[in-house]
């Protein structure tokens, strides 16, 4: 049966038809025509036009179906928008850049997303992840090994990562330790990793007097084997946080060193690459007094007729002078001749020759000598240091001892034979007016 309305229709009652067609509005049982989108929904006892529709136990939504609007509440799953799945755009989280398919929870932090099989219980599961970012994997997890890969997780290992691992918290061992400073990670077998101390490097922390540290077998670390050494502590080796300050060595496996570093009759120090950096020199003497001098080795090899470079003194970082070694020749320098480095320079008008004149020479034996040693020829710094200062600085020790510098004596000696040569043309000069009357 068909039935077709050209005008207006009210039905009171039921209507049974085969088919239906309207070619006006269609008015639900409250007089309705309804909206764009809106569906026919059955109240129980009518009809009416409606935005949502009402599944019971199934879902709810304000929005079904593709359309261009963007919503975290496309299709929800619960009564409340706060269990829903969506579709939006502008997320930034993690890798993400603009849309991103979107499934929320309300904000619990021990609810969130479960899968499974229909055989396990509420109580178990394949996956887990909460609100607060936990996530729980039954099985195993392979991570980084790209798009294509193939291999079954769980084959070699529970978690298998292809890439760097980066940890900004701590890791705990087998036995849920965290470790102490300078401990690594240690392998037990089949039992798992604890963290220890490396084995076969000293503990200085217990050291006391003239104690003798030993390891009296070969050790093997990182696949490398290394010598037995023995370590003599000075008597009073001065400890700060466990590092001892002064030891002699007996025997030591410096293969362990970068480069090469004996001990026999000698000592030999030796590298492999030609770096002229003050931080990577075979050798480099800090003053620990004061931190204002520097003692350190360069590169040592000769590369030009001028030669190079072997030791280098520093004050405050700037370099002051350095003993080179030439072709045929070794020799001290010093690098504040150069005018680069100086200010206000003036002429030196002072009398030197008068200096000299009121030296006094001194024999005399050092403290150190025997009774029967002949006296010594010199100066008393005391006496010279007034006059010629730079020629006797303070050794900078604690007792402030004077030292005796040749090369500022050498200025001293320049400016009195300027004066002799100046005194000299002025008698040429007067004994030439004699010879010309």
Known sequence: MAIEFLNDVEVFGSLEATSLKATGTLKDSGGDDGTSGQVLSSTGTGTNWVSTLNITNCFTTGVVGANNSQS?????????????????????????????????????????????????????????????????????????????????????????????????????DKNGSVGTNGQTLQSVGTSGVVWGSISGLVDYSAVSDNLILAATTATTTGGSTFAPYILLAESNPGIANGEVKKIRLGSIPLDRFNGTFTVDNGISLSRSTSNSSLTAVPV??????????????????????????????????????????????????????????????????????????????????????????????????????????????????????YNYNPSGMVVYLTKAIKELIDKNKELENRIQELENQ
Do not use: C
């Open 72 to 172: 975290r509440d496309k299709l929800r799953v619960w009564i409340s928008n706060a269990f829903a799945i969506g579709m939006v755009n502008g997320f930034s989280y993690g890798g993400l850049n603009d849309y991103a398919m979107t499934f929320q929870m309300s904000n619990n932090a021990t609810r969130g997303f479960w899968w499974g099989d229909n055989g396990h219980s509420n109580n178990q599961g394949a996956m887990s992840l909460t609100t607060e970012g936990k996530l729980a994997v039954a099985n195993s997890m392979r991570l980084g090994y790209g798009q294509s890969n193939t291999v079954t997780p769980g084959i070699d290992a529970t978690l298998e990562i292809n890439g760097s691992l980066a940890l900004s918290s701590y890791f705990k």
């Open 284 to 401: 480099r003497v800090e003053n620990t007094r004061n931190a204002n001098g520097t003692m350190y080795n360069y590169v040592s090899d000769v590369s030009s007729p001028y030669g190079s470079r072997h030791f280098g003194f520093s004050i405050n970082g700037t370099l002051t002078g350095s003993i080179s070694q030439g072709f045929g020749n070794v020799a001290y320098n010093t690098t504040s001749s150069d005018e680069r480095l100086k200010k206000n320079i003036e002429t030196w008008e002072e009398n030197i020759l008068e200096k000299f004149d009121k030296i006094e020479p001194k024999k005399f034996n050092f403290l150190h000598d025997k009774p029967e040693e002949d006296k010594m020829k010199g100066y008393i710094a005391q006496q010279m240091v007034e006059s010629f200062p730079e020629a006797y600085p303070l050794d900078h020790s604690e007792e402030n001892y």
